[in-house]
């Protein structure tokens, strides 16, 4: 196992909480089964007797790589023992993906911020599904506002399900495993 946290990262503004851009925050929270978080605090689970870091930024999505950079040197961590938690468009509300090394397709401006500090893409992402706005509406807008009663159902079911396999992951069962649970298309 090489996981050691998972960060997810949101807005930080209590009125954007409810947002698509805030799926990796509402990961942490569902995680730690906590109603109130707080920002900025290194949360720590126990997991079949391994620990585990949870982390959300007290910064705003686009802007969370410094953040998250001086956790990592704070815990003296490895870039591949970090999973970023983050919203994807370009997967359907309910679908989710684990990979590492996405590169230049990545198209998530939070991710692009933390590359600028890691100065490389060797961590891990999970990305998690909110879909993708009809060609005339604005992406900023769709992102940051809330989907719709349907979307959100998927969403926090993507949610519990990378949960429980995450926490395999963490028990030592194989990536290969993991990725071939939490990418099916069906939950």
């Not at 947002?19 to 990961?27: E, K, P, Q, S």
């Amino acid at each position: 196992m090489c996981i050691k946290i998972i960060i997810g990262i949101g807005n930080i503004e209590k009125k954007l909480f409810n947002t698509r851009h805030n799926v990796g925050i509402w990961f942490i929270k569902k995680f730690l089964n906590k109603k109130k978080i707080k920002f900025n605090k290194i949360y720590r689970k126990n997991i079949k007797n391994k620990e585990i870091y949870l982390y959300i930024p007290n910064t705003y999505i686009n802007l969370c790589g410094e953040n998250i950079y001086i956790i990592k040197k704070k815990l003296h961590l490895k870039n591949k023992e970090i999973l970023i938690v983050h919203d994807e468009i370009n997967l359907n509300p309910g679908a989710v993906k684990i990979k590492k090394n996405i590169g230049k397709k990545n198209t998530h401006n939070g991710i692009k911020n933390i590359i600028k500090y890691f100065k490389k893409d060797n961590f891990y992402q999970l990305r998690i599904g909110i879909g993708r706005p009809l060609k005339q509406y604005d992406l900023k807008k769709f992102v940051l506002s809330p989907p719709i009663k349907k979307d959100t159902k998927l969403i926090y079911q993507s949610i519990n399900k990378s949960i429980f396999y995450i926490s395999l992951w963490i028990h030592n069962k194989k990536l290969n495993f993991i990725q071939n649970k939490l990418h099916k298309k069906h939950i």
